[in-house]
């Protein structure tokens, strides 16, 4: 019987504080090619690295019992996540072996894919394989759709995004910059504020880093108010935005990277700024935005093969330079969607 070893990413117990490269192991094991019916074993090509997975390492969090793809990571075991591959062997009739997939993989060489389990075949439509893990993949749908049906955008508002080098936050703000707003946006490092000037066509951009007083710098980008926030990374720069929020603002919360490793404090709104100015708040999951999949799709690809859009991609290489990728993110190494090449195309 054919068999492959598979090196694999887990964690060695529950992670919940910062991420460290000594919370993680690389474990081998050896799986069979003999697959049953309706199971896929998937060569991994490309392989998404993403700030949620830290919620899924805690021995606790509100998120886990939130939707599948949120429960808890088991310390030992391979850890899922979205990516593209090839199949090496199939008992699904719809997929074919060397065909190209993409849905729920793992942090590792190879996954064996069960009955059920997220992944479809993927007609790349002539875009770099790493565009299907990112900006066309769950990166992509959460700005979408977080950006067009929770903050409602009309021609001419002022936009703020947090995060905004980041793999939402850089496509957010070039969805808002399209479609009529103004658009500033904060990152970690001037390479980045600048990237967000030069390359994504943001109206501006600041350093967070910089900033003493962050309801004072955004009283300083927004003379006039914001009315959209799209949250990436809660925290006082939620409370600083609400600060700054005109009348009849929303907010996206997309995430709260700031409050995940707990090291940071918790946003505490001022909640008369709340009522008083109607703000709406909404927190949202990229999957509440299925059903806006083909056109989110169509969109999108018309986007980037004008060359209107810009998806960057942040790559490493090779299984082991997982954790290295995953802890990065909680300190701003990455610009754009990280990802990790796990074998040559
Ligand atoms: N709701 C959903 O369905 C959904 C889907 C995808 C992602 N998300 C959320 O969206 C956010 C962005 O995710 P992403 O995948 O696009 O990640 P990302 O922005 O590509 O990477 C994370 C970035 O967050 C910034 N960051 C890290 N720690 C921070 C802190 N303490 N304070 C402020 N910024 C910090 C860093 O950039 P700087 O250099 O700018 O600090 C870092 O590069 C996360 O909160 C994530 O959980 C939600």
């Given at each position: 019987m054919e068999e492959v070893n598979n090196k694999f990413v887990s964690i060695k117990d529950h992670v919940n504080g910062s991420p460290n490269e000594s919370d993680f192991e690389i474990k081998t094991e050896t799986i069979s090619l003999s697959v049953r019916?309706?199971?896929?074993?998937?060569k991994n090509l490309y392989v998404s690295v993403d700030p949620y997975q830290l919620n899924r390492m805690k021995s606790h969090s509100s998120s886990q019992a939130a939707i599948s793809f949120a429960t808890a990571i088991t310390p030992g075991c391979a850890i899922d996540t979205y990516g593209v591959g090839r199949v090496v062997a199939s008992g699904r009739p719809d997929l074919a072996k060397d065909e190209l997939v993409v849905g729920l993989l793992t942090w590792g060489e190879y996954t064996l894919v069960e009955e059920g389990r997220l992944l479809n075949k993927l007609d790349p439509m002539r875009l770099p394989l790493p565009l299907h893990v990112g900006a066309l993949g769950f990166s992509g749908l959460s700005a979408y759709g977080g950006f067009f049906e929770i903050c409602k955008p009309k021609k001419g508002e002022s936009v703020f995004v947090s995060a905004a080098s980041g793999s939402v936050g850089s496509?957010?703000?070039?969805?808002?910059?399209?479609?009529?707003?103004?658009v500033i946006g904060c990152a970690g490092t001037q390479q980045k504020v600048d990237l967000l000037k030069e390359k994504l066509g943001f109206d501006d951009a600041f350093n967070y880093k910089d900033e003493t007083n962050l309801k004072s710098a955004l009283k300083r980008y927004f003379p006039e108010g914001i009315d959209i926030y799209f949250d990436n990374v809660g925290g006082e720069m939620l409370e600083a935005a609400v600060a700054n929020m005109n009348l009849f603002g929303r907010v996206a919360v997309c995430g709260a990277i700031s409050e995940y490793t707990g090291n940071q404090k918790r946003a505490a709104l001022e909640m008369l700024d709340v009522v008083y100015k109607r703000i709406t708040i909404q927190g949202f999951l990229a999957a509440d935005y299925i059903e806006r999949y083909a056109d989110f799709i169509s969109t999108t690809t018309d986007l980037l093969r004008s060359s209107k859009m810009q998806a960057l991609c942040d790559i490493s290489h090779g299984?082991?330079?997982?954790?290295?990728?995953?802890i990065g993110l909680f300190r701003g190494d990455n610009i754009g969607k990280k990802i990790v090449q796990i074998a040559d195309e």
């Open positions: 019916s309706k199971e896929v074993i998937v496509l957010v703000g070039q969805y808002a910059k399209l479609f009529g707003c103004r299984v082991e330079s997982v954790p290295c990728a995953f």
